[in-house]
């Protein structure tokens, strides 16, 4: 739990990092800059996930992946499904991509919920950055 | 576990720098509207791409 929350924090360090939206944008170009903020905030959590799952982890015996082939699934089609979405509407960016962070905590399994729920937390931090 | 923090390690360095220099490529100059629209676009494409490529190798799962 301590070693999810520190890589959580500092995933949600480097990206929450960025400059607020740059002044040389025009209003439209703001709403696009806020939903590749989202963007980014949904892929970088299934690119976690699919880090995750490339870990074996053998204890307990037999060696498995540390996050299952299942839940990485579940986290790639709410991932996927919230991207397209928000390419397709980005002014709904906040509101998509925390339906999808919701999807992916109300499907995953309970161990799935224990590797991913500070990463998750770190995304939802993210997306409710004014 | 020093191992398995090692491997996590691993795994999440190139992600951080990958982000580190994404975000000093977008915001190393004041950007335009279509610059940021190009990035938007870039990452759309980019995170769809990683899991297709993820599901296709794992038909299964």
Redo the contacts between chains.
């Keep these: 739990m301590l070693?999810n929350s520190l890589?959580a924090l500092?995933?949600l360090g480097?990206?929450a990092?960025?400059?607020p939206a740059?002044?040389?944008?025009?209003p439209?170009?703001v709403r696009?800059?806020q939903?590749?903020q989202a963007?980014?905030a949904?892929?970088?959590t299934?690119?976690?996930a699919?880090?995750?799952?490339?870990?074996k982890?053998c204890d307990p015996a037999p060696c498995h992946p540390?996050l299952s082939?299942?839940n990485?699934?579940i986290v790639?089609?709410a991932?996927?499904d919230g991207?397209?979405t928000?390419?397709q509407v980005?002014a709904g960016w906040k509101a998509t991509g925390l339906a999808a962070l919701d999807r992916i905590v109300a499907r995953l399994d309970a161990a799935g919920k224990t590797t991913l729920a500070s990463y998750v937390d770190a995304a939802r931090a993210l997306l409710n950055v004014p | 576990m020093m191992q398995l923090l090692t491997q996590l390690f691993t795994v999440f360095l190139p992600i951080y720098q990958d982000i580190v220099a994404k975000y000093k490529a977008a915001h190393g100059t004041d950007p335009t509207d279509a610059e940021i629209a190009a990035q938007f676009e870039a990452h759309v494409q980019e995170y769809l791409a990683e899991g297709a490529a993820w599901k296709a190798a794992h038909p299964s799962a």
């Design positions: 070693r890589i500092a995933l480097v990206v990092c960025g400059k740059p002044g040389s944008l025009s439209a170009g696009i800059w939903a590749d963007v980014v949904l892929g970088e299934q690119r976690i699919i880090g995750l799952n490339g870990v982890v540390l082939d299942t990485t699934r790639i089609d991932v996927s991207i397209g928000i390419h980005p």
